[in-house]
């Protein structure tokens, strides 16, 4: 559980910690040790990167799309107002519901690859730090 935190906050993590430990030394030594074990770890490091660089190219690609959907409203608002057939509704209806799905289809990837990748490497650095 320790571990855990300070993978996901690390300096938070390490100050939190740290007040609950401002009665027992022993016990904050433990905890500065536990740290220090897992910010040696390489994988600890392989973690970080992998975790930053999907979380980075999720984020970007997220921004790629709402952003490329509002430019899209902004000077081609004629072909979003294109009826679709001979209905009511125009293409910009369903453009814009991919837009609200791609960002639950994107969690579901990070989502995916946290529990598939990212899990076990996790408990492998937990493992290694007891």
Request: proline fraction near 5%; charge should be positive; aromatic fraction near 10%.
């Amino acid at each position: 559980m320790v571990v855990v935190a300070l993978i996901n906050l690390p300096r938070l993590s390490y100050v939190l910690f740290s007040k609950i430990a401002v009665g027992d030394s022993r016990m904050r030594s433990d905890i500065d040790a536990l740290i220090e074990r897992v910010r040696r770890d390489p994988e600890f490091h392989e973690l970080v990167r992998k975790r930053s660089r999907l979380a980075w190219g999720l984020s970007a690609l997220m921004m790629a799309i709402y952003f490329g959907f509002i430019l899209f409203v902004a000077f081609w608002p004629q072909v979003l107002g294109a009826p679709i057939g001979s209905g009511v509704t125009t293409i910009g209806i369903p453009l814009g519901l991919c837009v609200i799905v791609s960002a639950f289809v994107l969690s579901g990837v990070y989502v995916r690859r946290a529990n598939t990748e990212f899990d076990p490497l996790i408990h492998r650095i937990i493992e290694r730090a007891k």
